[in-house]
Antibody, heavy 118, light 108 residues
């Protein structure tokens, strides 16, 4: 079955960067992309962007352009999200989700809590 | 940017039918997807492309989409259906995924 296992919770200071990993298994890795979605405490879902794990092509939400990088390691079927210049408003649970074409996140990881606090 | 509007909350008695709406300009021309999120859990896809149910989702869940409104219908509501529900589309104009603000479904 499809499994997306994310790295553990992170605490960062404002201005720092965070890197979250997402290891995929149970499906043909190269045939599906990965979307990243976040959820601030008590708030709704917010899409950060999508990566084609086969070509490395990325499509970032305009709000995060210049602050986010998504990358993939096909040898370990792991996808990474890096977010820089963190501020308190970035405190959220970050989810990776399998997404064939960057249109429908169909299977989700368990989420990674990122807390930004001085 | 494209905006999806969901009512913040809907309440329904057990055994009755819940209708959750998602409004957007000409949303009938887009594929709409619905997610259920129980407290402390990751979202789960319950309807994709307006009305298709992924494997494992009960037949009680159905969807429709026309004009400016998409609807998720849950028949014979159970206590376990209590959750936040999000609609989502892909905006072809920006090539971005867009989520609605979510509806909290309360089972009375």
């Amino acid at each position: 079955q499809v499994q997306l296992v994310q790295s553990g919770a992170e605490l960062r200071k404002p201005g720092a960067l965070v890197k979250v990993s997402c290891k995929a298994s149970g499906y043909s890795f190269s045939k599906y992309g990965i979307s990243w979605v976040r959820q601030a405490p008590g708030r709704g879902l917010e899409w950060l962007g999508w990566i084609n794990v086969y070509t490395g092509y990325t499509n970032y939400a305009q709000k995060f352009q210049g602050r986010v990088t998504m990358a993939t390691d096909t040898s370990t079927t792991t996808v990474y999200l890096e977010l820089r210049s963190l501020r308190s408003a970035d405190t959220a649970v970050y989810y990776c989700a399998r997404d064939e074409a960057g249109q429908v996140p169909d299977s989700w990881g368990q989420g990674t809590l990122v807390t930004v606090s001085s | 940017s494209y905006v999806l509007t969901q009512p913040p909350s809907v309440s329904v008695a057990p055994g009755r039918t819940a209708s959750l709406t998602c409004g957007g300009h000409n949303i009938g021309g887009k594929g709409v997807h619905w997610f259920r999120q129980r407290p402390g859990q990751a979202p789960v896809l319950v309807i994709h492309y307006d009305s298709d149910r992924p494997s494992g989702i009960p037949e009680r869940f159905s969807g429709s989409n026309s004009g400016n409104t998409a609807t998720l219908t849950i028949n014979r509501v159970e206590a376990g259906d209590e959750a936040d529900y999000y609609c989502q589309v892909w905006n072809s104009g920006t090539d971005h995924v867009v989520f609605g603000g979510g509806t909290k479904l309360t089972v009375l």
